[in-house]
C-alpha cells in the first residue's frame, strides 16, 4: 500500500483478488474495488513523486499498472518483466527499481517519463523483496528460489554480491529508512 500525497487516503493491493482498494483514513471509509481484471495478483504500490499516479506491480501480466491518483482508474500498464513483484524508489525519487522475480531481472523505470530505461540481469536469480541503502548506492533483495541475497549497484546494475542464505527468503529489511509510516512488505517507510 501507499498513501496518497495529501495522506488522506491509501491506496492497497488485495493480491488474491486481483483487486485495489482506496481506503479514506477520516471515517475510515473502504471505496470499491477497482478490479485489474482475470487473473490479476496485483503486490506492491508506490507513489510517484508527483503525487500523481501510483504505480502497482502486477506480477501475473509481468508489469506496472499505472492508477490514477484517486485510486479509481487504471491509466496504463508498462511490461517490465515475468512476476513483477517489489517496486522501490531510488533516492533521488528519479527512478523506481521493479523486480522481475520470474525473469530474474530489476527492470529500472524513470518517474518522468514512464519509461524502461534500464534492464539488470541477475543469472540465475529470483530478485523479489527488499530496499534501497540509505546511502541510496545499493539496492538490496532477496533471491526468493535461490536461497540468496543480492546487492547491486544502483548506479551501473553491476551484481556487487550473491549471499547465500537459508531457503525461501521472501523479503529482507534495509534499514535506516526515512519516513514514519509503513507501506508494508519489507519496512518501507514514508
Not at 523486480?99 to 539488470?120: C, H, P, Y
Request: a positive charge.
Amino acid at each position: 500500500m501507499d498513501f496518497s500525497a495529501d495522506g488522506r487516503y491509501l491506496l492497497a493491493s488485495c493480491e488474491f483478488s486481483g483487486d485495489v482498494v482506496r481506503v479514506d483514513l477520516a471515517g475510515d471509509v473502504v471505496h470499491a474495488p477497482l478490479h485489474l481484471g482475470p487473473g490479476a495478483m496485483p503486490q506492491d504500490v508506490k507513489l510517484s513523486p508527483d503525487g500523481r499516479v501510483f504505480y502497482v506491480a502486477e506480477m501475473m501480466r509481468g508489469g506496472v499498472y499505472l492508477i490514477d491518483a484517486s485510486g479509481r482508474r487504471v491509466l496504463g500498464f508498462i511490461h517490465t518483466g515475468d512476476g513483477a513483484h517489489g517496486l522501490y524508489p531510488s533516492r533521488d525519487a528519479r527512478d523506481l527499481y521493479v523486480t522481475n522475480r520470474g525473469a530474474g531481472t530489476v527492470s529500472v523505470l524513470r518517474f518522468a517519463d514512464r519509461r524502461v530505461i534500464a534492464t539488470w540481469r541477475i543469472p540465475g536469480g529470483s530478485p523479489d523483496m527488499g530496499g534501497v541503502s540509505a546511502d541510496g548506492r545499493t539496492l538490496w533483495l532477496s533471491g526468493r528460489y535461490n536461497a540468496e541475497v543480492y546487492a547491486i549497484d544502483t548506479r551501473s546494475g553491476r551484481l556487487r554480491a550473491r549471499i547465500a542464505v537459508d531457503q525461501g527468503p521472501h523479503g529482507l529489511a534495509v534499514w535506516p529508512q526515512p519516513g514514519r509510516h509503513s507501506l508494508g512488505h519489507t519496512g518501507i517507510l514514508r
